[in-house]
């Protein structure tokens, strides 16, 4: 079993530093939005059926972790899809898009940190972004390996955009939607359980959690394909025994460094009013804990496993909420706890 995709949190040559620095802010000016039916040409275009595949939000399958895609314009020419990633503080390019498009390479490239580790990587400069109703500024791209972002054309840093604190991100997988864009402050619609969430380490979507008894840290994080927990959760969950059924697991990223741990199915997660069943959790020693200062306490990143489960999602940054809908008949992974369940110790069964 693997794991993992790119965490693209933080360019870090020195050299660059002030550069991307400069040219992180985010335009305020709403800009028309990327139509679906430019997106549909453009796959048809590569030979894939707009029909076959949902476009934009994919739900988690049996075989297959969901995924979040946006439509992007690069320098004005696209659109491309862009994998939406709230755990990533910087915005990434395949390689076959930069050689299309002819993009200037940054001598030196950036450094990057992964899952695993961190790792140089050649990166280009681009002129502008634009998703929806935001307009990106010039910045410098790390250009990433076509085998970490399968048939997507680049990662959208959603935690690295300046003013993260008023944009809203809609997931829909139900009507397969993706928007993003400024947030009107109004309240969940019917039907959705709110979580309050709060940023950490900038632009991290962070909730307070319980795993069985055991209280946590939770990330959302919509560009992890799998969900992992830190070692302290796994000693707080199983107290250093082995539990039955646990796998071993490698965990790839984005850097070479090939991670390893452990995975099996955890007691009931609970966030706010919600719990989420039937969870298996990755747990290992990964770069990415210290890298966000999550090393000193039990941690839990959700990932698209999870998430995908649903049948929509909203995360209201200006709000301050993780709004969440489960998947009607579908959504065994999802149900409202009362305050009798909420402080107990769930059978893993669900029930």
């Known amino acids: 079993m693997s794991v993992g995709r790119p965490v693209i949190v933080g360019v870090v040559l020195a050299a660059l530093t002030a ?16 139509d ?15 029909e076959s595949e949902p476009l ?17 314009e690069i320098n004005g020419k696209g659109p491309y899809r862009f994998i939406v990633d709230t755990g990533a503080n910087r915005s990434a390019l395949a390689p076959g898009v930069a050689q299309q498009l002819g993009l200037p390479y940054v001598a030196g490239g950036v450094e990057v940190h992964g899952v695993t580790g961190t790792a140089m990587l050649p990166a280009v400069q681009v002129a502008s ?3 929806g109703d935001l307009s990106l500024p010039p910045s410098v791209l790390p250009v990433l390996s076509g085998d970490i972002l399968g048939d997507a054309d680049g990662i959208l840093g959603v935690a690295g955009i300046q003013g993260i604190q008023g944009l809203r991100l809609d997931v829909d997988f139900l009507h397969d939607r993706v ?7 109004h309240r969940a619609s019917n ?4 979580v309050r ?3 950490w380490q900038g632009g991290l979507l962070l909730v307070n959690g319980r795993v069985g008894t055991v209280r946590a840290k939770v990330i ?20 250093g025994r082995k539990k039955d059924r646990e796998f071993e697991t490698s965990v790839h990223g984005a850097t070479p460094e090939i991670g390893s741990g452990t995975s099996f199915r955890a007691p009931m997660i609970t966030v706010g009013a919600a719990q989420l069943l039937d969870l298996p959790v990755t747990f290992g020693d990964l770069h990415v804990f210290e890298l966000w200062a999550l090393t000193n306490e039990p941690a839990l990143v959700v990932g698209m496993d999870v998430l995908g489960r649903l049948e929509r999602f909203v995360v209201d940054y200006r709000r301050q909420e993780f709004q969440i809908k489960g998947a009607g008949a579908h959504g065994s992974l999802l149900r409202r706890c009362t305050s009798s369940t909420c402080g107990s110790r769930i059978p893993e069964s669900g029930t």
Not at 19 to 34: E, F, L, S
Not at 179 to 185: A, C, E, H, K, R
Not at 220 to 239: F, Y
């Open 19 to 34: 550069v991307i620095g400069a040219t992180a802010a985010t335009a305020q000016t709403p800009a028309p939005p990327v």
């Open 36 to 50: 679906a039916a430019s997106l549909e040409r453009s796959a048809a275009e590569r030979g894939e059926s707009p």
């Open 56 to 72: 934009y939000a994919a739900p988690t399958r049996a075989d297959q972790s969901g995924r979040i895609l946006a439509a992007v």
């Open 129 to 131: 972004l634009r998703a």
């Open 179 to 185: 928007s993003i864009g400024p947030s009107n402050g």
């Open 191 to 194: 039907g959705f359980l709110v």
């Open 197 to 199: 969430a709060s940023l």
């Open 220 to 239: 959302i994080d919509t560009g992890a394909e799998k969900t992992m927990g830190n070692p302290l959760l796994r000693v707080a969950l199983l107290g």
